[in-house]
Nanobody
Framework: VQLVESGGDLVQPGGSLRLSCAAS????????MGWFRQAPGKEREFVAG????????YYADSVKGRFTISRDNVKNTVYLQMNSLKPEDTAIYYC????????????????????WGQGTQVTVSS
């Protein structure tokens, strides 16, 4: 299993970024996928999750209305579109695979995800 994130960058407050996570070596469409983030000195926190088909999504309150998670089960890629970015969104962003095959709900708990990407740095600063 491999997850490779990309798209992180330095952006000004109010700006946008789109993160991508390319997955390989497993049946992508059979797993819930999630995005988490970790800021310096803080614990890793759930950002957004998406169901196997992409029909259901769930967001942390802190990003609801600003971030959109999506997936392409042909390209085996999950995305995180981030708009109206704030300095408090600064963190390393990780995508992760749910540890349970064919789970029918989106977990927000990091321990329920078994494979993680290496992370991509997002810095929001003027």
């Amino acid at each position: 299993v491999q997850l490779v994130e990309s798209g992180g960058d330095l952006v000004q407050p109010g700006g946008s970024l789109r993160l991508s996570c390319a997955a390989s070596a497993f049946t992508f469409s059979s797993y819930v996928m999630g995005w988490f983030r970790q800021a310096p000195g803080k614990e890793r926190e759930f950002v957004a999750g998406i169901s196997r088909s992409g029909g259901n999504t769930y967001y942390a309150d802190s990003v609801k209305g600003r971030f959109t998670i999506s997936r392409d089960n042909v390209k085996n890629t999950v995305y995180l579109q981030m708009n109206s970015l704030k300095p408090e969104d600064t963190a390393i962003y990780y995508c992760a695979r749910d540890k349970r095959y064919y789970r029918n709900y989106i977990s927000t708990t990091a321990s329920e995800y078994d494979y993680w990407g290496q992370g991509t740095q997002v810095t929001v600063s003027s």
